[in-house]
Structures are given as C-alpha cells and as structure tokens.
C-alpha cells in the first residue's frame, strides 16, 4: 500500500469527525433561531439572523464572529430614533481605559457600571444623561457583553453562542430599555439649536472613524 493511501486512510475518520461536528454545529444554530423566532412578535428567520419585536421595539438577533478580539457573539439590535450620540462599552480589561476613575460622591451605581465597562462616546457630556439609574443597573448586571449604541440603533453583543431562548431575554430587555431610554432623551441629545445639533453630528462623525481605523 502506497503512502498516500495510507494517509489518506488515516485521515477519513478525522474529516469525517469535522464533518459531523460542523453539521451538529448548523443543526443547533437553525434551531436556536427557530427558537428566537418563537419568542419574540412577529418573529421571522433568513439564515443566521432572526426579525420581528419585543415590547414594542423592531429587534433583530443573530450570531457573528470576530476576529479582534478572537470571539463569537450572539448579538440584540434594536432600533432608536435618530439622534447625535455614538457609544462603545467594551468589558473592562480589553483596552486601557479612556475615562477617568468616577468622584469620590459619584452614586453606587454609575460606580457599578464603571468597573464592568470601559466607555467612551461621543458628544462626551451627553453620557450621564443618557445612562440614568435605571439603565445603569441594567447594564450592570449582564456578563461578558458589549454595548455598541449607533445613530440609529443599538447592539447588545454578549461573547457567547446562546442556544436557549430564555438565555436572550436579558439581551432583549437591555436593548429595548436602552433604545426607550434614547428616544426618551432625544430632544436633550439633538440639541437646543441648529449649531449645536451640527457640532454634535460632527462629534460623532469623527468618533465613528475612529473606531472603524481601530
């Protein structure tokens, strides 16, 4: 027996191992999202990705990868009016933080929130209007999750395939909460005048780049 036909002997129980696992990989996220589907309003699924509402808010669901930092995400969008205010808020511990520690005064739970994320955003001074108590503590509670909050929508970005429905609720209800908490605050975040809402387009414009060189 030559020795490419021993290697390739050998080497058809593994690529048959991959070829099981890959598809029990498949067959576990089609169901997941069938799964998704059922929870939510309206529920519909196209491939990896699920649409339809929770509590009244347009929601979409869907697993990603990425390759910096290395993971997989199971990912809440909803969408928000339209308005000038961008944030990111990575787990602490990913990159060297870009806010100063909070004041000695500074409430239990903007103190919580601090220490589970680092924050930026943009226009800066909008962030304690935007993250009241309610939404803080929220944010709080959830583990290993990135908070991405976009013109027109925000992401819930957990690092983790989720298969249970049940495990998407928390996702769900921090999106929904967040985007209710952006409409709410909507007119505070356009701006009093014309000048100020074009300076704060412009703020987030420049924010955006940022990351997207990052």
């Keep these: 027996m030559s020795t490419v036909v021993i290697v390739l ?9 991959f070829v099981f696992l890959g598809s029990h990989q498949i067959r576990r996220e089609r169901q997941a999202m069938r799964d998704f ?13 699920v649409t339809g509402r929770w509590k009244g808010v347009n929601v979409s669901i869907g697993f990603f990868g990425r390759v910096e930092p290395y993971v997989f995400l199971t990912a809440v969008a909803a ?3 339209s308005s000038p205010f961008v944030a990111l808020m990575l787990p602490r511990g990913d ?14 739970w903007i103190v919580a929130l601090d220490r589970k994320y680092d924050a930026d ?11 009241d108590e309610d939404t803080a503590r929220l944010l709080a509670r959830l583990s290993e999750t990135e ?5 027109t929508q925000v992401n819930i970005q957990q690092r983790e395939i989720l298969y249970e429905a049940d495990a998407l609720r928390p996702l769900l209800d921090t999106a929904r909460q967040l985007a209710a908490r952006l409409d709410a605050v909507h007119g505070l ?6 000048a100020d809402q074009e300076q704060r387009e412009r703020e987030v414009v420049q924010f955006l780049r940022r990351f997207q060189r990052v």
Excluded at 37 to 49: H, P, S
Excluded at 147 to 151: M, Q
């Design 147 to 151: 908070i991405e909050i976009l013109p």
């Design 79 to 81: 969408a928000r009016q």
């Design 121 to 131: 955003c943009a226009p800066v001074e909008m962030f304690r209007i935007v993250f």
């Design 9 to 17: 002997v050998c080497a058809a129980p593994i690529v048959g191992l």
């Design 95 to 108: 990159r060297s933080p870009s806010r100063p520690e909070p004041p000695p005064d500074a409430p239990d």
């Design 189 to 194: 975040l356009v701006g009093a005048t014309p």
């Design 37 to 49: 589907a059922a929870l939510i309003d309206d529920g519909a699924v196209a491939g990896r990705r």
